[in-house]
């Protein structure tokens, strides 16, 4: 770590964060991401690059799935953590039952 | 997603930039080439796109990585506003100022407690603080300082030692709680020294206090000042004293003893005040504090004073940075306290500690934020009887808080400065929770030397920072 020298403690706190050095340091990706992502926002990737849904390589309906499970894509659903546990109770198989999926007005 | 260099002020050095980020307050030694990659988002832009080949791996990259991580470089896309967050409230008590007396035996020309820039009502309490009073407000210190090992009481004034039977019994008082709880207790106290006897001091320096004294320099200075209620001067009297008391002090390896001297348009010059006080007479450490008043005083700071103050700083700094390439401390407290704050870190959300862990005690037992405010009725948040009102307390605390000051959020002073002192805010705008913008010049000036000097001691000493490794 030449080139970027932590001095002070809270430097030296941050480096230690990422092992003693910022090599492994991802600061695009969160450390602990947020279950349901909600404090975030961006309009996600709905869409194929032509604007459909025809080319993206999951269809729509698992996009969303993994928007609510595994946080995957940084987009928008209900929190499932405290607010809406049950959202997506009915929704067994995304593919077949996505419009199952119940809505949800914060 | 957008990246662009995040808010950050620089000192140059030796053989790098010294960086320190305004919202995580790290400091860091860039070299060249991380500087480069610093200026490259000067101008926002994807970094995805800029890493090319170093994408995953790859010294850009780790570069990106560590700055954006430091809070050098932040995306455009999501500011996150200062978050006006509280610590768990009620927060633990950690020390006491109690107001000991409001009586006087000097008639200093800027006192904020008798002068025409006070906040408060001082012809309603006691003159004198009650036995009873005193420790039912220990009490409230133990009461409400869960999770605490180490509490601290200082007393002021008024002249501390006008009620020092009273200093004597809490002290004990508060010391056989401290046995009984198993915590620490120390204790400080301010006074202007003219009461200073031999027993007093044998008092002070057995019981480790930590002792400040308000003195503004040589004679001319000091009498002019600082006089008797009479209006006699008082440096022949008090220099002696105090020879006396730091001789004591040395012999027991007491803690530190401070001078304290108030700044104004007629002070000495401040190489002066310090060689007199530290080389002459011995104090450890010696602290500046322009004095607070509204404007147009005879004795209030202008811009020209301000500069005049700020240059007499920059050569005192000169000293010590001299001081410290040597491995040796300096007195010039202002500074020292400077460095620690820069070295730790620190990242104020509130300018002091006042309504947080500490309090003030009027004589008459009324809690108000520090001991500037205490029998302000509009400031006071409770009584030692009734205990801390917690919804003036929090209702203080939020509108205090650094994300309410919008004019501090593009500044890069704000970490340390975090607004100002909140008395000097009541005076000036007559309301505690605004920021002391017209300090703002005079603090960034001030911050900037603090960042230079220390990049010529982590440039030639870096060793000699190991003192300020622990908190204050």
């Given at each position: 770590m030449s080139r970027i020298t932590p001095l002070n403690k809270k430097a030296r706190r941050i480096a230690a964060r990422f092992e003693g050095s910022f090599a492994d340091a991802h600061a695009l990706a969160p450390q602990d991401p947020p279950l349901g992502c909600t404090t975030i926002f961006a309009p996600g990737w709905e869409v194929d690059s032509d604007g459909g849904t025809a080319n993206l390589c999951t269809p729509i309906e698992r996009d969303l799935y993994d928007c609510h499970h595994s946080c995957y894509w940084p987009a928008q659903v209900p929190d499932a953590l405290t607010n809406s546990p049950n959202w997506a109770q009915s929704c067994g198989a995304p593919v077949n039952d996505w419009s199952k999926i119940d809505l949800v007005f914060p | 997603m957008n990246y662009a260099t995040a808010q950050h002020r620089r000192a140059r050095g030796k053989d790098s930039t010294y960086v320190w980020a305004t919202r995580s307050a790290a400091l860091a030694a860039l070299d060249a080439e991380a500087l480069a990659v610093l200026d490259?988002?000067?101008?926002?832009?994807?970094?995805?796109?800029?890493?090319?080949?170093?994408?995953?791996?790859?010294?850009?990259?780790?570069?990106?990585?560590?700055?954006?991580?430091?809070?050098l470089l932040e995306p455009v896309d999501f500011q996150v506003p200062i978050p006006p967050d509280l610590p768990p409230m009620p927060y633990p008590l950690g020390t006491l100022v109690l107001n000991v007396t409001n009586k006087c035996n000097l008639s200093c020309t800027y006192c904020y407690e008798y002068g025409e820039d006070r906040p408060k009502d001082t012809s309603a309490g006691p003159a004198l603080m009650s036995e009873d009073t005193a420790r039912q407000a220990v009490d409230l210190l133990f009461k409400d300082s869960a999770g605490r090992r180490n509490l601290s009481i200082t007393f002021f004034g008024g002249e501390t030692l006008l009620n020092f039977p009273l200093i004597r019994?809490?002290?004990?008082?508060?010391?056989?709680?401290?046995?009984?709880?198993?915590?620490?207790?120390?204790?400080?106290?301010?006074?202007?020294?003219?009461?200073?006897?031999?027993?007093?001091?044998?008092?002070?320096?057995?019981?480790?206090?930590?002792i400040n004294i308000s003195i503004d320099g040589p004679r001319e200075t000091q009498d002019a000042?600082?006089?008797?209620?009479?209006?006699?001067?008082?440096h022949e009297v008090v220099v002696p004293k105090i020879r006396q008391l730091i001789a004591r002090n040395r012999e027991r390896r007491g803690r530190p003893i401070g001078a304290r001297v108030t700044v104004t348009a007629k002070s000495a010059d401040v190489r002066t005040i310090y060689r007199h006080l530290a080389l002459e007479l011995g104090f450890d450490s010696v602290g500046f504090a322009p004095v607070t008043s509204a404007p147009g005083r005879d004795y209030a700071l202008t811009g020209e004073n301000y500069f005049t103050l700020l240059q007499a700083f920059d050569e005192?700094?000169?000293?010590?940075?001299?001081?410290?390439?040597?491995?040796?401390?300096?007195?010039?407290?202002n500074l020292n306290d400077l460095l620690r704050e820069l070295h730790q870190g620190v990242n104020k959300a509130h300018p002091c500690g006042a309504g947080l862990g500490l309090v003030g005690v009027s004589t008459g037992g009324e809690l108000g934020l520090c001991h500037r405010f205490v029998e302000s009725r509009t400031h006071a948040i409770g009584s030692v009887s009734a205990g801390v009102d917690e919804d003036r307390r929090r209702a203080f605390l939020e509108a205090g808080h650094v994300a309410n000051k919008v004019s501090c959020h593009d500044c890069f002073a704000r970490p340390i400065c975090s607004g100002?002192?909140?008395?000097?805010?009541?005076?000036?705008?007559?309301?505690?929770?605004?920021?002391?913008?017209?300090?703002?010049?005079?603090?960034?000036?001030?911050?900037?030397?603090?960042?230079?000097?220390?990049?010529?001691?982590?440039?030639?000493?870096?060793?000699?920072?190991?003192?300020?490794?622990?908190?204050?």
């Open positions: - | 490259q988002f000067a101008a926002p832009q994807d970094p995805e796109r800029w890493f090319g080949a170093d994408e995953f791996t790859g010294e850009k990259r780790k570069s990106f990585d560590a700055l954006a991580a430091l809070g019994s809490v002290s004990e008082y508060a010391l056989a709680k401290a046995k009984a709880e198993r915590r620490q207790m120390s204790f400080a106290l301010t006074t202007n020294a003219t009461l200073l006897s031999e027993e007093v001091i044998d008092f002070l320096t057995s019981h480790n206090f930590g000042q600082r006089p008797f209620v009479s209006g006699k001067g008082t005192l700094a000169d000293e010590f940075v001299v001081a410290a390439l040597e491995g040796r401390g300096h007195g010039f407290s100002g002192c909140y008395h000097e805010a009541w005076v000036r705008y007559a309301d505690a929770t605004q920021p002391n913008l017209h300090s703002c010049e005079w603090i960034r000036a001030w911050m900037d030397l603090g960042l230079m000097t220390y990049a010529r001691i982590m440039d030639g000493n870096p060793a000699f920072f190991t003192r300020y490794e622990e908190a204050a």
